[in-house]
């Protein structure tokens, strides 16, 4: 079975500033796809950027990119230029190759400090 | 975007009734619906997996009798907690999955008094 950890229960950081949130999973699959999703308070699940395991590159959107080290199972997300917004429980998340629902890590709560 | 609507978004209950919650997509066709339960300050939990036409798979630990999926469109599932406890009380979401992402809906909190 997949698992996934996510070892910060909670990170701050300061408006403007650079945060990055890690995650590791591991898994005996080798086409996977990756996920950070964010769940401010209202509980919305938003996805936040996807990586599939099969591209070297790193993922980016925008202020959030990912760093997807396949080999050592490590899917961390940078947060530049922190805002006030992007506070919010943050979720590293897989899902295999099959027609599975995925595996979610315990969360990251993330604070803005103004 | 692939929208997912949930309905209804709050509900609360006896103990000993069913309570049945849908989930659409709304924008697109998905033949493979999830759904998870979420209790307070913890992670998402994968409950089943609900496909259209066919009966829907649950994880272990999951009482198939007690929570009944049907997904008889490809763009509705629904979720009926049946003689629902005070322990059933949980927020319920759903995601619809289009293109190996998934696709939340805003989650259903459930409340068995």
């Known amino acids: 079975a997949q698992t996934v950890t996510q070892s910060q229960p909670e990170m701050s950081v300061q408006e403007a500033e650079t945060v990055t949130l890690s995650c590791t999973y591991d898994t005996s699959e080798s086409d996977y796809y990756l996920f950070w999703y964010k769940q401010p308070p209202s509980r919305q699940m938003i996805l936040v950027i996807r990586?599939?395991?099969?591209?070297?590159q790193n993922a980016t959107e925008n202020r959030f990119s990912v760093n997807f080290q396949k080999a050592a199972k490590s899917f961390s997300l940078k947060i530049s230029d922190s805002q006030l917004g992007d506070a919010a429980m943050y979720f590293c998340?897989?899902?295999?190759?099959?027609?599975?629902?995925?595996?979610f890590g315990k969360g990251t709560h993330l604070i803005i400090q103004p | 975007g692939a929208v997912v609507s949930q309905h209804p978004s709050r509900v609360i209950c006896k103990s000993g009734t069913s309570v049945k919650i849908e989930c659409r997509s709304l924008d697109f066709q998905a033949t493979t619906m999830f759904w998870y339960r979420q209790f307070p300050k913890q992670s998402l939990m994968l409950m089943a997996t609900s496909n259209e036409g066919s009966k829907a798979t649950y994880e272990q630990g999951v009482e198939k009798d007690k929570f009944l999926i049907n997904h008889a469109s490809l763009t509705l599932s629904t979720l009926t907690v049946t003689s629902a406890h005070p322990e059933d009380s949980s927020f319920y979401i759903c995601?619809?999955?289009?293109?190996?992402?998934?696709?939340f809906g805003p989650g259903t909190r459930l409340l068995v008094l």
């Open positions: 990586q599939e395991a099969y591209k070297q």
């Open positions: 998340a897989y899902l295999g190759g099959g027609a599975d629902g995925l595996t």
């Open positions: 995601s619809a999955s289009g293109s190996e992402t998934q696709y």
